[in-house]
């Protein structure tokens, strides 16, 4: 939180379990309004900001109107966020031809129009501007902006720049109506002066052991997905770090032997390293390398959600298979408040600006 700052509220969107607004309001914001139409992921939310405003609704159905006065007015400078589902725009997913989810994030501006927030904040894949969206979605929503008078910057990030231990690239979209805004600079990384990357081990290794299919009696969502033994033979035979290709041959899928593509399913995380992007299906070892570093299961729920930076006390609705698509769907909390402290920043130095524009 920076220390002294000028308040900012916040307008979610696509809110989903609530990431982005966990990452803005340990930035020091206040979340005065969360929309999301998936039930399990709502419950998340509601559980998480019992004093924010919630709509469980498609944002096809709700008029800018209706969104205006939930948020009602106030002094303070209303950033509005938005994750819309990155699913049409992402390499990991098959996608419908025609899919009514890219051009989602069009159907935000006339919502920004009515609102007139002084800032916004999107985060989405780098696929969204990388050929996988209509054609000028991404282009036409920044001019749009612009000619709205925002000053706009843009950026792919890997968030492991910004100390969430997890490998994961995505585009992140900044604008101001009160003067330029850039993108926060890294903080982590192998260059002079910068921090060293977060690791998989600083972020889940005071976590309790728990075996596979159980769950703690204590800690929320440290709930692991259950083990074949063929599958547990072939942890057992998985250093650290390691994968497939340590296995003995009688353990190895016949689809496999002669394949290269999909490496890192059933392999193990690097302890003492950023792990790999989390998926929707992120406590499954067939789908990724998403193996504990030693004990021989999957990673957990909770410990999804800390590689995610969730603070331990967000606890998730559902079942496992619901509660690790909510978290493999969240924007990385640590990267919300990066770039909220960013705003924040931005907010103070043009307080005191003559020509600062008062936005409601």
């Not at 969360?34 to 159905?61: H, K």
């Not at 989405?124 to 054609?135: D, F, K, Q, T, Y």
């Not at 504990?292 to 957990?300: E, K, L, N």
């Not at 006390?313 to 990385?332: L, Y």
Request: charged residues 20%; hydrophobic residues 40%; aromatic residues 6%.
């Amino acid at each position: 939180m920076v220390s002294g700052a000028p308040r900012i509220r916040v307008a979610d969107f696509f809110c989903g379990c609530g990431g982005t607004s966990a990452g803005l309001r340990a930035a020091g914001m206040d979340i005065v309004l969360g929309l999301d139409f998936e039930p399990e992921a709502s419950e998340t939310y509601r559980r998480n900001f019992p004093e924010t405003v919630f709509l469980e609704r498609d944002i096809a159905d709700v008029s800018p109107k209706d969104v205006a006065n939930l948020v009602g007015r106030d002094d303070a400078p209303l950033l509005l966020s938005a994750c819309a589902p990155c699913q049409p725009y992402s390499s990991f997913v098959e996608r419908p031809v025609r899919d009514r989810r890219k051009t989602l994030l069009l159907r935000l501006l006339p919502i920004i129009e009515r609102l007139d927030p002084a800032f916004v904040f999107i985060e989405n894949v780098p696929g969204l501007n990388a050929g996988r969206a209509p054609a000028g979605t991404f282009a036409r929503f920044c001019k749009a902006l612009r000619v709205a008078g925002f000053h706009v910057d843009h950026a792919v990030v890997d968030c492991q720049a910004y100390g969430v231990p997890q490998r994961r690239r995505r585009l992140v979209i900044l604008a101001s109506r009160l003067g330029k805004i850039a993108v926060p600079e890294p903080t982590h990384g192998r260059g002079s002066g910068m921090l060293p990357p977060a690791t998989v081990w600083e972020w889940i290794g005071d976590l309790p052991p728990v075996g596979p299919g159980e769950e703690h009696p204590e800690v929320p969502n440290h709930l692991v997905s259950r083990v074949t033994e063929i599958n547990l033979q072939r942890l057992r035979a998985t250093p650290p770090g390691g994968g497939r290709a340590d296995w003995p041959p009688h353990l190895r899928l016949n689809c496999h032997k002669n394949q290269r593509n999909f490496s890192d399913v059933y392999g193990r995380m690097h302890a003492h390293a950023p792990a790999p992007v989390l998926t929707t299906k992120c406590t499954s070892i067939s789908n990724g390398r998403f193996g504990h570093p030693y004990a021989d299961r999957p990673i957990s729920v909770r410990e999804a959600a800390s590689l995610q930076t969730f603070p331990r006390d967000f606890v998730f609705a559902g079942g496992i298979k619901s509660a690790t698509r909510q978290v493999g769907n969240a924007v990385p909390v640590l990267l919300a408040q990066r770039v909220g402290e960013a705003f924040i920043r931005h907010l103070a130095e043009h307080a005191t600006s003559p020509n600062a524009r008062t936005a409601s």
